[in-house]
């Protein structure tokens, strides 16, 4: 097993996969990864059992908690992205297995902007555009409320928008929450995480900026 890490603002040790593609620096309070090439965490929608399905990829650097959070919470980092090639992203990732995950990315769009984007899987994964950043930099947030998830970016890390509310199937007894960093298609990027904080606090309202 590999060893855990403590992540400053994390409310239990991370366990990396790879572990040594992941690096914490304690006194800034980040974590940065080295994506590695053709990574990903992705099911096409357009597979199934024929021949031309394409492969699920789940090959993306994790830092998952070694718990599940309980109860509602608000799990939020900036993410900076050394963008090489199209879908190079930094994910704020919430896991249950491999086919039950969701990803809310801060990543390159084919058009080589950086884009907010989130991906839902269950059993195959769904694929949302939101807007285009004009920095190398985000702020990305995950909240449970109640058996809800929902998505927030923001540009200063004040004011909130929405990206999607969703749920899985009701049961969040086994969702852990963390990080992954991808390259699809380029030879890999570094990601930073920093203002990594969590709250175990229910988000009162999702819609007004806060």
């Not at 908690?65 to 509602?72: F, Q, S, V, W, Y």
């Not at 990803?103 to 080589?112: D, G, R, V």
């Not at 902007?113 to 991906?119: G, L, N, Q, T, Y």
């Given at each position: 097993m590999a060893d855990q890490l403590i992540v400053p603002g994390m409310p239990s040790p991370l366990v990396p996969s790879p572990e040594e593609l992941w690096r914490v620096d304690e006194g800034a309070g980040a974590v940065t990864v080295s994506a590695q090439p053709r990574t990903d965490i992705f099911i096409d929608p357009s597979g199934g059992a024929g021949q031309d399905a394409p492969e699920p990829v789940l090959n993306a650097a994790t830092l998952l908690?070694?718990?599940?959070?309980?109860?509602?919470f608000q799990f939020s980092a900036r993410v900076s992205v050394a963008f090489a090639a199209?879908?190079?992203?930094?994910?704020?990732?919430?896991?249950?297995?491999e086919r039950c995950?969701?990803?809310?990315?801060?990543?390159?769009?084919?058009?080589?902007?950086?884009?907010?984007?989130?991906?839902?899987?269950?059993?195959?994964?769904?694929?949302a555009n939101a807007f285009v950043v004009a920095d190398r930099s985000v702020w990305l947030?995950?909240?449970?409320?109640?058996?809800?998830?929902?998505?927030?970016?923001?540009?200063?890390?004040?004011?909130?928008?929405?990206?999607?509310?969703?749920?899985?199937?009701?049961?969040?007894?086994?969702?852990?929450?963390?990080f992954a960093g991808q390259s699809p298609t380029g030879e890999g990027?570094?990601?930073?995480?920093?203002?990594?904080?969590?709250?175990?606090?229910?988000?009162a309202d999702l819609r007004d900026g806060s």
């Open positions: 908690g070694d718990l599940p959070p309980e109860g509602d199209t879908f190079d992203a930094g994910v704020l990732l919430i896991w249950r297995d995950w969701g990803k809310l990315c801060f990543e390159f769009s084919p058009e080589a902007e950086p884009m907010i984007v989130s991906v839902i899987c269950r059993g195959v994964a769904d694929d947030r995950v909240s449970r409320i109640g058996r809800v998830y929902a998505y927030h970016a923001s540009l200063d890390g004040r004011t909130w928008q929405l990206i999607r509310v969703f749920s899985f199937d009701g049961d969040t007894a086994r969702d852990r929450i963390g990027c570094d990601v930073t995480f920093d203002n990594i904080n969590f709250r175990p606090e229910r988000l």
